[in-house]
């Protein structure tokens, strides 16, 4: 099983800052890695697919990089909205694993 | 316009049954493989189950294996998860997925005396 890592797991962060979120996998996965943002009560929504492409109707300041085992989430200019848990998941090899979450939260 | 619909969660005592059900609509169902993915209440997400576009490949968490069965419908454009002996740690949110894109709002599904 492809047991992915992510840091941090909690980051307080205040508007217009840029964020990055690390995802680490325990072996190579290609560019199979997605990214997803959940807010509370809410089911997970896309905002990167295949580490680095952008997603329709996903804000700009939103950016994926990475391929191999290490990938970045980046959020540039941060806004009270991005306040939510973010996952990254893995579809390169059943079982398809989830990263264990970042939570943000806006100062 | 892409929708994903779950039903079938409730409140079950330890042992009992349940059976979830997914209808999708908006992209070509049968080309998709589909997953079971939970979240226990403050949890991260876990995957549960995989089924293949044909129904032929299955694949199981092995939290879940033997006593869970995952299965479509492609020409009803439906998913299922029939649960079996449900414990109390199968408590959670349960969402239907195509592929990594495509998520429902999830059913919850308590298991509780």
Redesign the interface.
């Known amino acids: 099983e492809i047991v992915l890592t992510q840091s941090p797991d909690f980051q307080s962060v205040t508007p217009k800052e840029k964020v990055t979120i690390t995802c680490r996998a325990s072996q190579s996965i290609g560019s199979d890695l ?1 990214w997803y943002q959940q807010k509370p009560d809410q ?4 905002l990167i ?1 295949y580490a680095s492409q952008s997603i329709s109707g996903v804000p700009s300041r939103f950016n994926g990089s990475g391929s191999g085992t290490e990938f970045t989430l980046s959020i540039n200019s941060l806004e009270a909205e991005d306040a939510a848990a973010y ?1 990254c ?1 893995q ?1 390169s090899n ?8 970042t939570k943000l939260e806006i100062k | 316009q892409v929708q994903v619909v779950e039903s079938g969660g409730g409140l079950v005592k330890p042992g009992g049954s349940l059976r979830l059900s997914c209808a999708a609509s908006g992209f070509t169902f049968g080309d998709y493989y589909m997953k079971w993915i939970r979240q226990a209440p403050g949890k991260g997400l876990e995957w549960v189950a995989h089924i293949s576009s044909s129904g032929r490949t299955i694949y199981y968490a092995d939290s879940v294996k033997g006593r869970f069965t995952i299965s479509r419908d492609n020409a009803k454009n439906s998913l299922y998860l029939q649960m079996n002996s449900l414990r109390v740690e199968d408590t959670a949110v349960y969402y239907c997925v195509a592929t990594y894109a495509y998520w429902g709002q999830g059913t919850l599904v308590t298991v509780s005396s």
């Open positions: 997605h089911s997970p929504k896309l697919r996952y998941h579809t059943l079982p398809h694993t989830f990263g264990q979450g």
